[in-house]
């Protein structure tokens, strides 16, 4: 049964740091694309940070030297370090994966980042 379930959200002040956390099962995510996307009413969905088979990641701008996506694939997690984090940061932020054929997807059912100002 794939899972993918993520942990770590909460209420932050401006500036400081969450970690999350995504723990996945049920298929090989280390030969998938892992990625985190944050969701809000006015913005929509964004996709924020990929890390691919071959550990090569990617981010928006907006977090570029803020945020880190990482594996532990001996743990069947994928991260998401964030620091220095702002109010626009505010969102449900969801795990999910695709496989290299760009076909198949599985998420997450989210956690809730706010931060406070």
């Known amino acids: 049964q794939v899972q993918l379930v993520e942990s770590g959200g909460g209420l932050v002040q401006s500036g400081g740091s969450l970690r999350l956390s995504c723990a996945v099962s049920g298929f090989p995510f280390s030969e998938w694309y892992m990625r985190w996307s944050r969701q809000t009413p006015a913005e929509g969905r964004e996709l924020v940070a990929t890390i691919g088979p071959d550990g090569i990641t990617n981010y928006i701008d907006s977090v570029m030297g803020r945020f880190t996506i990482s594996r532990d694939i001996a743990k069947n997690t994928v991260y998401l370090q964030m620091n220095n984090l702002k109010p626009e940061d505010t969102a449900v932020y969801y795990c999910?994966?695709?496989?290299?054929?760009?076909?198949?997807?599985?998420w997450g059912r989210g956690t809730q980042v706010t931060v406070s100002s």
């Open positions: 999910h994966a695709l496989d290299s054929s760009l076909t198949n997807a599985y």
